[in-house]
């Protein structure tokens, strides 16, 4: 059945209001509350069982039909999920749907790139965490880079604990165009002037951590390869170089 409409659901963390993203969700006419959990558990890595929804302060069952909401004045129905911040925990959280990506299992599984002397801002990297993907949208300027662009994270996370790659990707938006980026779209995960300590666990079950120091004048990223690992989770930590994350 084809899609009825869109739903906006806003993602809150319990502990701090002013910290939201917001995701977009299609759904048809039979689409229950449990029908769209499962769906921002496909863009969010939060499994359904772990999500509590609300319109716009009323719990949402998971029997509850998702075209009732429609009815609300707003041209798109706007729900909320509360989330609990995952910040300062020792390792990665499980739970998460399974995906693909390049092998960061060791240190010998990224590269060190130079920097170049000028680039168009979308291409900017920035200290610390940055992430490479390729933007959809075919009337961004990015298009004179192959659609390629950076988008800038930062030392974002490096006093809150690991940061969640999976849980990030997904709120993904291009640095040129601010246009949201698919999660298929995302090319690799970059370093520049820090340390990085990233704790993986794989779907057999094994689980460890790589140590990255990036070089002066360099960038680290992981190397592109045909054979991707698939994981359960990826988190990363960074620090400044020199300092208590070392």
């Known amino acids: 059945m084809p899609p009825k409409g869109i739903l906006r659901v806003e993602l809150v963390e319990t502990d701090n209001s002013d910290c939201s993203n917001t995701v977009h969700v299609s759904y048809s006419v039979s689409d229950s509350v449990l029908s769209i959990k499962h769906k921002l558990h496909q863009l969010t890595g939060i499994p359904a069982d772990s999500q509590t929804l609300y319109h716009p302060a009323v719990y949402l069952s998971d ?21 609990v ?35 168009p801002d979308h291409m900017i990297i920035t200290k610390g965490l940055n992430f490479k993907a390729t933007c959809v949208n075919p009337s961004c300027c990015s298009a004179q880079t192959c659609n390629t662009v950076y988008i800038q994270k930062g030392m974002y996370g490096h006093q809150r604990g690991y940061v969640s790659i999976r849980a990030e990707v997904w709120k993904l938006k291009c640095s040129a165009c601010n246009s949201h980026i698919p999660s298929e779209n995302w090319l690799n995960i970059v370093f520049h002037d820090c340390v990085a300590k990233i704790e993986w666990v794989l779907v057999d079950g094994t689980e460890g951590s790589t140590h990255i120091v990036t070089e002066k004048g360099k960038f680290t990223q992981a190397k592109q390869c045909n054979d991707l690992k698939e994981y359960h989770s990826l988190c990363v930590t960074v620090a400044e170089k020199g300092g208590s994350g070392n």
């Open 63 to 83: 029997v509850t039909p998702v075209y009732l909401l429609s009815r609300s004045s707003d041209s798109i129905p706007t729900i909320r999920m509360h989330v």
């Open 85 to 119: 911040a995952r910040g300062g925990a020792s390792r990665p959280c499980n739970g998460a749907v399974p995906f693909k990506f390049q092998d960061v299992t060791k240190e010998e599984c990224f590269e060190n790139c130079n920097l170049a002397i000028s680039a």
